[in-house]
């Protein structure tokens, strides 16, 4: 089954929980709606998990700007920032890249890690 696939097969247990979740407040089940409430949230995460799996590459967190930003930027899971004051405005550790397609981003995270040996 591909991504595309389970998040389709996701999106329609997450409606049919929803609709049954609301007979069982009608019905004024309280525990049971409970339940249909946790299942629905435990199957919207795992939707949103498939959704954004295309959006990591080793680790680093790919988002997709709008011109005149770069159109792809990447951040690494120990990227951090901050501000320094006027003098050195904002500071990071460099673990960010950036590149106008997703192809050349990718490339830029794989140059980062050979800097590193990695």
């Not at 951090?80 to 950036?98: I, L, P, R, T």
């Amino acid at each position: 089954m591909t991504a595309p696939d389970l998040i389709k097969e996701a999106s329609d247990i997450l409606l049919r929980l929803n609709s049954a979740t609301l007979d069982a407040n009608k019905l004024g089940q309280g525990p049971v709606a409970e339940l249909f409430g946790a299942a629905w949230t435990s199957v919207y995460d795992a939707r949103k998990q498939l959704e954004n799996a295309h959006y990591y590459y080793r680790g680093w967190l790919i988002s997709q700007g709008c011109w005149p930003e770069p159109a792809w930027m990447a951040t690494g899971p120990n990227y951090d920032a901050s501000y320094e004051g006027e003098e050195d405005g904002f500071v990071d550790n460099g673990e960010k890249a950036d590149a106008p397609t997703r192809e050349a981003l990718i490339a830029e995270i794989d140059a980062w890690f050979e800097e590193r040996g990695q």
